[in-house]
Structure formats: structure tokens, C-alpha cells
């Protein structure tokens, strides 16, 4: 099977497929709202420390795994760890992928509509008031058939380039929109330096004020280390599947981090620099988007254009991560089951956009199914899929390495095409161990607090 095995047409291509699944709704929508609300520069830190230890190791294993195995998930796990329990591993990652997708394009579809919006200048008539911005969205997202007709919309642009294939979908979209997104957020953070006033913008994201950060801000940056790198569901697994020994997995993993956290920084500058230079409210969390900015964007110079181009920007992010969520899928009946690409993809990427019509339901929709764990069903699927389901498979591929496969095994599949960089196992070794110790700790926390009504820290 594996001697038709689609595989990337170029490194570069490979590194922008995988950063283009990293960059998304997570880096330019979540991080800048997370750091905003619990300590600025100080959440970044731990947010950072986060990626640097544990998200590190988990991409190089996940890279690893993948292009060992040529499989995904399930696959890579069952051919590993034969007849064991680990393969369970990747069902999980299936269905975290699940999970993501149906309230991922949801909000991809609430950013088509943004779009459309701000094309259309319909963001005029919010300017300065975001009360008025806030009522609109509130009115959107509740409603029954728009937010749906929106997010079907995403989900079958997600279906069109993934039924495409590894290298003639996934590849080409990546080259195309990735520089495209890095352009356009350095434009729209230098625009945002430059507007008097927005320099206080930096020093609110930058500087770091302790007292904000509790200890369950530290469980939210690693949780969100772990989602804004795609990491814990076999993402990079099913990526590294693609490749062949030639490509250097550790400078890869790096340049996918690398990128990916310097997206989410110039994300937080060119919209904090925004909205302290027109003296908007700066911790509104999520409606930082889709609130906060329609009502300050109309009051820039050509309002008009500034504000569609970050949403398409917005859109490309959300698109290029969107399509890894769907080949998790798609790739998984494609090596287990057999099927062609263009069934798995038609057939499940449709199954996924019903799930998340439920969840755009939920948020007030018609069908009530809010209660469900005291949260709509849409904030289930969050919650689930960042505080729990990444986090364990992060954990348990950690494991994995360490007790079941065995470093030396994954070391000699590491330093295929390292070429001349040296990495010592001991190091790799305790990397690995930092990063299951504490993902482990901080789930058991969690678990503890649902349980018992108080966690051990925080
Ligand atoms: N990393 C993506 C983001 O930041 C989300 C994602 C999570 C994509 C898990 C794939 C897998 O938005």
C-alpha cells in the first residue's frame, strides 16, 4: 500500500501544510483573547514555556510516528504496537477530530459572513458602538438558518480542496494562502503601530502582570499549546505520514512553532494596537472578533478595507487548519477501511457539518440542546476536545515512545535526514518525560476539580 501512498511534492510544501494546520482560529482568535484576560505578557510566558517543552516534543513524536508507519493514526499505532490497546489511541484522535471540526466550521462559517459583511460595509453603522456590535453578532450566531447556511458554505470549501489530495489540495492551498496570511498580518500589525495611541497596545499584551495570572490560566495556556499547535489527534501523524526519510523532522517541527507562535504575537499586536488606539474595551474575550473590532474598524481610514482583509485573513487561517482536521478523517477510512479519498471525504466531512449544525443550533438556534453540562453543546465540543481529549493524546503519545515503542527505535527514525545535527537521547528523553509529567498532572487537576469541587492548584 505504501508504494502509492500520496506523499508532499516539496519540503517547503510540507512545512507550510503542516504551520497552515498550526495557524489558525486558535493563533488570531483565541491566543490574543486568552493573553488579554489573564495577565498579558505573563500568560504569554507560560504559553511559550508550554510550547517549548511539551508542544516541541509532541510534533517531533507525532512527525515521527507518522512518516515510520506511512499510516495514520489507528494505522500507525496498530503497526507500532500490534494486537495492543495503543491503536485506541488513534481512535481517539479520530474522534477528537470530530470533535473540533463540527464547531471549527461553525465559526468558520461566522467568519465567511464577516466577510460578506465588511465587504458590504455593513460594519459603518456599529462604528464606536459595541453595543450595536455585539447585538448583531448575538443576533447572528442565535439565529437558525444563517449561521448554518454559512458554516455549510466552510465545510464544503474543506471538502472541495481535501478531496483534491495531499499534494494537489492540501499542498497547493498551503503555498498559496500561507504567505498570503503572513503578508497580511504584518500589514494590518504595522498599520496598528503606526495609529497614534497604539503603542500602549504592546505593553498591555507584553507586559506581564502576574496578578492576573491565576493557576487555572496556566491549565488554559497549556491546553491551548496543545490545540494551537495541532497537536494530541494525530494531525501530524497523518502529515508526517506523507513524507519520506529525506525531510528533517526537528528543524521542521521548529520552523511549525516557530511560525506558529510568531503568527499568534503579530495577531495580539495588530489588534491590540487597534483597540488601544481607539480606546476600545481590551478584554472582551471572545468577542474581541467579532465585536470589538466591527466597531472600531469603520472609525480607521479605509475602515472598509482594513476590516476585510482581516477577516479574510481570518478565513484563510481558519481554512488551511480546518482541511487537517477533515484528512485525520478522511485519511483514517482511505488506510483502514480501504475506501477511495473522494468517499471518505464527501461522506464524513458531510457527517461532521450535521454534528456542527447541532452546535450552531445550540447557541440559541431553535433546537434546544443547551444544559448539556451546564454549556451549550457547541462550548461542550470546545471544552472536550482543548481541556481533555488533545491533551491525553499528547500524553499518551509521549507514553507511547517511552514505554511501548522505545527510544532507541524512535531516535534511529528521528535522525533520518537530520544529516549532521545532533541531538543527544537524554535529552530527548527527559523532554519527553516533562511533557506526559505535567500534561498528566494538569488533566488530573482537572478531573479532581470536576470531581471534587476543588483542584489541587488553582
Ligand atoms: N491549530 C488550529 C488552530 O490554532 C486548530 C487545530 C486543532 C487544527 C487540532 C488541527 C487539529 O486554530
Same mark, same amino acid.
Given at each position: ?5 500520496? *506523499? ?5 510544501? &510540507?512545512? !507550510? ?44 513524536a507525532? &512527525?515521527v ?13 496498530? =503497526? ?20 473540533? +471540526?463540527? #464547531? ?18 455593513? #460594519? ?15 443576533? #447572528? @450566531?442565535?439565529?437558525? %438558518? ?6 455549510? +458554505? ?9 478531496? *483534491? ?34 503603542? $500602549?497596545?504592546?505593553? /498591555? ?14 491549565? !488554559? ?20 505520514? %506523507?513524507?519520506?526519510?529525506? *525531510? ?23 489588534? &491590540? ?36 482583509? #482581516?477577516? @479574510?485573513? +481570518? &478565513? ?9 482536521? !477533515?484528512?485525520?478523517?478522511?485519511? %483514517? ?8 479519498? =473522494?468517499?471518505?471525504? @464527501?461522506?464524513?466531512?458531510? @457527517? ?25 453543546? /457547541?462550548?461542550?465540543?470546545?471544552? +472536550?476536545?482543548?481541556? %481533555? ?9 509521549a507514553?507511547f515512545i517511552l514505554h511501548k515503542w522505545g527510544l532507541k527505535e524512535y531516535m534511529n527514525e528521528l535522525? $533520518? ?6 541531538v543527544p537521547d537524554k535529552l530527548v528523553k527527559t523532554f519527553l518525560i ?25
Amino acid at each position: 500500500m505504501s508504494s502509492q501512498r500520496e *506523499q508532499w511534492g516539496s519540503k517547503l510544501g &510540507f512545512i !507550510l501544510a503542516a504551520s497552515g494546520s498550526a495557524v489558525g482560529i486558535g493563533n488570531i482568535w483565541k491566543y490574543p483573547s486568552m493573553a488579554g484576560q489573564n495577565g498579558g505578557g505573563a500568560f504569554t510566558i507560560v504559553y511559550l514555556a508550554c510550547i517549548l517543552i511539551v508542544g516541541l516534543s509532541i510534533v517531533v513524536a507525532e &512527525f515521527v510516528i507518522g512518516r515510520k508507519t506511512q499510516l495514520s493514526p489507528v494505522g500507525a499505532f496498530e =503497526k507500532l504496537a500490534p494486537g495492543s490497546n495503543w491503536k485506541w489511541v488513534g481512535f481517539l484522535g479520530v474522534a477528537s477530530a470530530f470533535v473540533i +471540526l463540527s #464547531f471549527y466550521g461553525v465559526v468558520g462559517g461566522w467568519i465567511l459572513k464577516y466577510i460578506i459583511d465588511s465587504i458590504l460595509g455593513g #460594519f459603518n453603522n456599529l462604528s464606536g458602538n459595541p453595543e450595536a456590535a455585539g447585538a448583531v453578532f448575538n443576533g #447572528f @450566531i442565535t439565529s437558525t %438558518y444563517s449561521p448554518v447556511l454559512y458554516q455549510v +458554505l466552510f465545510m464544503g470549501l474543506c471538502i472541495f480542496v481535501i478531496v *483534491q489530495g495531499v499534494k494537489g489540495g492540501i499542498e497547493k492551498w498551503s503555498k498559496i494562502l500561507m504567505p498570503i496570511i503572513i503578508v497580511l498580518l504584518a500589514v494590518l500589525a504595522i498599520r496598528g503601530m503606526t495609529l497614534e495611541g497604539g503603542m $500602549e497596545g504592546l505593553s /498591555f499584551l507584553f507586559n506581564p502582570r502576574f496578578e492576573d495570572l491565576t493557576a487555572s490560566a496556566i491549565v !488554559l495556556a497549556l491546553g491551548h499549546s496543545f490545540f494551537t499547535v495541532s497537536l494530541g489527534m494525530g494531525t501530524m501523524i497523518t502529515y508526517g505520514s %506523507y513524507l519520506n526519510r529525506e *525531510q528533517n523532522l526537528m528543524t521542521s517541527a521548529l520552523w511549525v512553532i516557530l511560525l506558529d507562535t510568531a503568527i499568534a504575537m503579530l495577531a495580539g499586536v495588530a489588534i &491590540f494596537t487597534t483597540v488601544f488606539a481607539l480606546g476600545a474595551n481590551p478584554a472582551e474575550g471572545p468577542g474581541l472578533i467579532f465585536v470589538i473590532l466591527p466597531s472600531i474598524f469603520p472609525q480607521l481610514a479605509g475602515g472598509t478595507i482594513w476590516a476585510t482583509l #482581516f477577516f @479574510i485573513l +481570518l &478565513f484563510m487561517a481558519a481554512l488551511t487548519s480546518a482541511i487537517s482536521i !477533515l484528512e485525520v478523517v478522511t485519511a %483514517y477510512f482511505i488506510d483502514q477501511k480501504g475506501w477511495s479519498r =473522494k468517499k471518505a471525504t @464527501i461522506q464524513f466531512g458531510s @457527517i461532521i457539518t450535521i454534528v456542527g449544525v447541532f452546535c450552531s443550533f445550540s447557541l440559541g438556534g431553535g433546537v434546544n440542546l443547551t444544559g448539556f453540562l451546564g454549556m451549550s453543546f /457547541f462550548d461542550v465540543m470546545d471544552y +472536550l476536545s482543548s481541556k %481533555y481529549m488533545l491533551p491525553i493524546g499528547g500524553m499518551l503519545t509521549a507514553i507511547f515512545i517511552l514505554h511501548k515503542w522505545g527510544l532507541k527505535e524512535y531516535m534511529n527514525e528521528l535522525r $533520518e535526514g537530520m544529516n549532521n545535527m545532533s541531538v543527544p537521547d537524554k535529552l530527548v528523553k527527559t523532554f519527553l518525560i516533562i511533557a506526559a509529567t505535567i500534561v498528566g498532572f494538569i488533566i488530573f487537576n482537572e478531573i479532581y476539580f470536576t470531581i471534587a469541587g476543588k483542584a489541587l492548584i488553582g
